[in-house]
């Protein structure tokens, strides 16, 4: 099996998720996407939400997957 490698981009804020080929590529179509999706809530009168930068933290890790179907190991880091 080929496997492709992609990129995703996430705004917990908004609740919103894209991909790309690239980094940015995702960052690209989040941007687009969030615009959009402020856009929406504006125009439905809905309150647009805020990051507390003071609560809130970002973290992402690595993760391969070795082994076979049938007793994989996944590695973390």
């Given at each position: 099996?080929d496997?492709?490698?992609v990129?995703?981009?996430y705004?917990?804020t908004?609740?919103?998720?894209?991909?790309?080929?690239?980094?940015?590529?995702?960052i690209?179509?989040?941007q687009?996407?969030?615009?959009?999706?402020?856009?929406?809530l504006?125009?439905?009168?809905i309150e647009?939400?805020v990051?507390n930068?003071?609560k809130?933290i970002?973290?992402s890790t690595?993760i391969s997957?070795?082994?076979?179907?049938?007793?994989?190991?996944?590695?973390?880091?």
């Amino acid at each position: 099996m080929d496997r492709k490698t992609v990129y995703n981009a996430y705004c917990p804020t908004l609740g919103v998720a894209d991909w790309g080929n690239s980094v940015e590529e995702s960052i690209k179509n989040i941007q687009s996407l969030i615009k959009f999706h402020i856009e929406c809530l504006l125009e439905d009168k809905i309150e647009v939400p805020v990051d507390n930068l003071d609560k809130e933290i970002v973290a992402s890790t690595r993760i391969s997957i070795k082994g076979s179907n049938e007793k994989p190991q996944v590695m973390l880091g």
